[in-house]
């Protein structure tokens, strides 16, 4: 049976609750002007605070109108941030009654300026901080956690963070903001989420230069002294945490796939840029294509990029046309990845095992025309191919051009482009110019934020495909289901539960993908088939379909004080 509800709280509130300044100086239980008259007598608070009690809602409106005094979007996201460190609840409800608004604010695009700006604007402790030389005492240092409690951990090493690069410690910005999803969108509650950076240093040479610069002043240690800094790391989560899911953050593509392989199956853990990319890209696309009223087995795909997020992207939706019908060497061919050497082939001796995978036989482009560098570069492709996806993820600015996609758009009626690169500065293309480039006629879906596209008439969402759409469902799903793994299945079965969701469905018109203020809605939909995934994959235990739901609703937290 599902937790009680008052179990629940009872783990939140301590045996003795804090008193006076101590209990103001508590995040989570912090409620400042909203404590009533009674509670300000019984918890040593009288003489603390303002006279006049406020409700949460008129505490919200105030500390939004703060909000907008704000002059730029750093300066926003350092108020949000204090706000969470001060009250907790309050934070998150104000977020949440403004979700499309603030989501930009507290994660991408914003969060890039303040990973490279970590140093500059840290106020106070969040999260953990793991570096090498403490590296024979990372149990130690994980038992100081702020909590015995922890149901999903972020961990990042700073090095790919978003598409700015090597961040060194200032890389925790990026778990401090999906653990901020995590509960504003899971449901997780806030004091179960530990965000943690792995500082094995950084390559960074500003950073380096920096004065005020907070991580270890070293290069980054590299090769087998990294891979076993990892190991220790993972021994002592399987040790303190054994039952908590571990998710992997902006690792660079040549630790990121290693890593992930190495520990799927023996602890629950996934890697958000490969298989939650993979996941949202596959949602969009499964949508997509059914307003095109086409098959995903149809589809010629062009992947511009061929990292661990392409890669992921690409066995998603291999997986998926696998389901459809189609035998694993017709699947593979109806993918075109390229990388900054042009398109992957047989003939290439540069390929990892996973972009083998995708390489095409060197005799299909034979006689092809060579653009770049002697290469077949993307134009080549499109000229060459009647591509029907095309699919962004280099963080190459403008990579998709007029005469690309005009080309494309030629030989499709209706073209589904993702440029995914994100923060905005690197998303191949914008929004407008797809669709102008189109006349109208692409399904579009992008990796950062964009504003409807105005159009002969015509207002057409723009659905960012961002992560958020999976990893706070996938959360709620293995912690209500209890799971002990994350399997391809389950990112599939939450895949599909997205698209099914997808507004499009109804209107072709409509956008891709739900509409931020309808994510927790989704989430708990696709939390349901994740764990009903994990049954059918062995990794959680039988119970009936009604009692994971009632698990799910009981887990999904609310911003709300408690009396």
């Given at each position: 049976?599902?937790?009680?509800?008052?179990?629940?709280?009872?783990?939140?509130?301590?045996?003795?609750?804090?008193?006076?300044?101590?209990?103001?100086?508590?995040?989570?239980?912090?409620?400042?002007?909203?404590?009533?008259?009674?509670?300000?007598?019984?918890?040593?608070?009288?003489?603390?605070?303002?006279?006049?009690?406020?409700?949460?809602?008129?505490?919200?409106?105030?500390?939004?109108?703060?909000?907008?005094?704000?002059?730029?979007?750093?300066?926003?996201?350092?108020?949000?941030?204090?706000?969470?460190?001060?009250?907790?609840?309050?934070?998150?409800?104000?977020?949440?009654?403004?979700?499309?608004?603030?989501?930009?604010?507290?994660?991408?695009?914003?969060?890039a300026?303040?990973?490279?700006?970590?140093?500059?604007?840290?106020r106070?402790?969040?999260?953990?901080?793991?570096?090498?030389?403490q590296?024979?005492?990372?149990?130690?240092?994980?038992?100081?956690?702020?909590?015995?409690?922890?149901?999903v951990?972020?961990?990042?090493?700073?090095?790919?963070?978003?598409?700015?690069?090597?961040?060194?410690?200032?890389?925790?910005?990026?778990?401090?903001?999906?653990?901020?999803?995590?509960?504003?969108?899971g449901?997780?509650?806030?004091?179960?989420?530990?965000?943690?950076?792995?500082?094995?240093?950084?390559?960074?040479?500003?950073?380096?230069?920096?004065?005020?610069y907070?991580?270890?002043?070293?290069?980054?240690?590299?090769?087998?002294?990294?891979?076993?800094?990892?190991?220790?790391?993972?021994?002592?989560?399987?040790?303190?945490?054994?039952e908590?899911?571990?998710?992997?953050?902006?690792?660079?593509?040549?630790?990121?796939?290693?890593?992930?392989?190495?520990?799927?199956?023996?602890?629950?853990t996934?890697?958000?840029?490969?298989?939650?990319?993979?996941a949202?890209?596959?949602?969009?696309?499964?949508?997509a294509?059914?307003?095109?009223?086409?098959?995903?087995?149809?589809?010629?795909?062009?992947?511009?990029?061929?990292?661990?997020?392409?890669?992921?992207?690409?066995?998603?939706?291999?997986?998926?046309?696998?389901?459809?019908?189609?035998?694993?060497?017709?699947?593979?061919?109806?993918?075109?990845?390229?990388?900054?050497?042009?398109?992957?082939?047989?003939?290439?001796?540069?390929?990892?095992?996973?972009?083998?995978?995708?390489?095409?036989?060197?005799?299909?482009?034979?006689?092809?025309?060579?653009?770049?560098?002697?290469?077949?570069?993307?134009?080549?492709?499109?000229?060459?191919?009647?591509?029907?996806?095309?699919?962004?993820?280099?963080?190459?600015?403008?990579?998709?051009?007029?005469?690309?996609?005009?080309?494309?758009?030629?030989?499709?009626?209706?073209?589904?482009?993702?440029?995914?690169?994100?923060?905005?500065?690197?998303?191949?293309?914008?929004?407008?110019?797809?669709?102008?480039?189109?006349?109208?006629?692409?399904?579009?879906?992008?990796?950062?934020?964009?504003?409807?596209?105005?159009?002969?008439?015509?207002?057409?969402?723009?659905?960012?495909?961002?992560?958020?759409?999976?990893?706070?469902?996938?959360?709620?799903?293995?912690?209500?289901?209890?799971?002990?793994?994350?399997?391809?299945?389950?990112m599939?079965?939450?895949?599909?539960?997205?698209?099914?969701?997808?507004?499009?469905?109804?209107?072709?018109?409509?956008?891709?993908?739900?509409?931020?203020?309808?994510?927790?809605?989704?989430?708990?939909?696709?939390?349901?088939?994740?764990?009903?995934?994990?049954?059918?994959?062995?990794?959680?235990?039988?119970?009936?379909e009604?009692?994971?739901?009632?698990?799910?609703?009981?887990?999904?937290?609310?911003?709300?004080?408690?009396?």
């Open positions: 049976m599902p937790e009680p509800i008052t179990q629940r709280v009872a783990e939140v509130v301590p045996p003795r609750i804090p008193r006076g300044m101590d209990l103001l100086d508590t995040p989570l239980l912090n409620k400042s002007t909203a404590f009533t008259d009674e509670e300000r007598t019984r918890f040593g608070l009288d003489g603390l605070l303002p006279p006049h009690v406020e409700t949460l809602e008129e505490q919200v409106v105030r500390a939004y109108g703060t909000y907008q005094r704000k002059e730029d979007d750093l300066e926003r996201h350092i108020y949000l941030r204090a706000l969470q460190d001060n009250n907790e609840v309050l934070f998150y409800r104000l977020v949440l009654d403004h979700i499309e608004e603030m989501t930009p604010i507290v994660y991408t695009p914003t969060v300026l303040a990973c490279q700006e970590f140093s500059h604007i840290y106070r402790p969040r999260g953990m901080f793991i570096s090498y030389p590296r024979e005492s990372i149990v130690s240092l994980l038992r100081n956690r702020p909590n015995p409690n922890v149901d951990i972020v961990v990042t090493d700073g090095e790919r963070i978003l598409g700015i690069g090597d961040q060194g410690v200032g890389g925790l910005g990026i778990p401090i903001g999906k653990l901020s999803l995590y509960t504003l969108i449901g997780i509650r806030p004091e179960r989420t530990l965000p943690i950076v792995l500082d094995v240093g950084t390559n960074n040479a500003e950073r380096l230069s920096d004065p005020e907070l991580g270890w002043r070293h290069e980054r240690v590299t090769g087998d002294d990294y891979f076993r800094f990892i190991d220790q790391f993972v021994e002592a989560v399987k040790q303190e945490l054994p908590t899911c571990l998710q992997w953050e902006d690792f660079a593509s040549p630790h990121a796939r290693p890593i992930l392989e190495r520990y799927r199956d023996q602890l629950l996934f890697n958000d840029d490969i298989q939650g990319t993979a949202v890209a596959l949602g969009a696309i499964l949508s294509v059914k307003v095109t009223g086409k098959t995903l087995k149809d589809q010629q795909i062009v992947i511009f990029g061929a990292g661990s997020a392409a890669t992921g992207v690409a066995d998603g939706l291999r997986q998926a046309m696998k389901e459809e019908g189609l035998s694993e060497q017709e699947a593979r061919t109806r993918f075109w990845l390229l990388n900054s050497k042009g398109v992957l082939h047989s003939g290439r001796k540069d390929l990892t095992s996973e972009q083998m995978i995708y390489a095409q036989s060197e005799n299909r482009i034979d006689g092809w025309p060579r653009t770049t560098d002697a290469n077949v570069g993307l134009a080549d492709i499109i000229g060459q191919i009647d591509a029907t996806i095309l699919i962004g993820l280099s963080t190459v600015r403008g990579a998709f051009s007029e005469t690309i996609v005009r080309e494309m758009a030629r030989k499709v009626e209706r073209p589904i482009i993702f440029p995914l690169s994100n923060p905005t500065s690197k998303s191949e293309a914008t929004a407008e110019d797809l669709i102008r480039w189109t006349d109208g006629r692409a399904l579009v879906a992008t990796g950062s934020p964009f504003a409807p596209v105005n159009y002969n008439g015509r207002k057409i969402p723009i659905a960012q495909c961002n992560n958020v759409y999976i990893f706070p469902a996938m959360g709620l799903g293995v912690v209500a289901a209890r799971a002990q793994r994350v399997t391809d299945a389950m599939l079965a939450a895949a599909r539960t997205l698209a099914a969701n997808s507004p499009a469905l109804k209107d072709a018109s409509a956008s891709l993908l739900p509409p931020l203020t309808d994510l927790r809605r989704v989430a708990a939909k696709i939390a349901v088939a994740v764990g009903i995934q994990a049954q059918k994959d062995s990794v959680a235990a039988q119970l009936p009604a009692e994971l739901r009632e698990r799910v609703t009981a887990t999904q937290w609310t911003p709300a004080y408690a009396s």
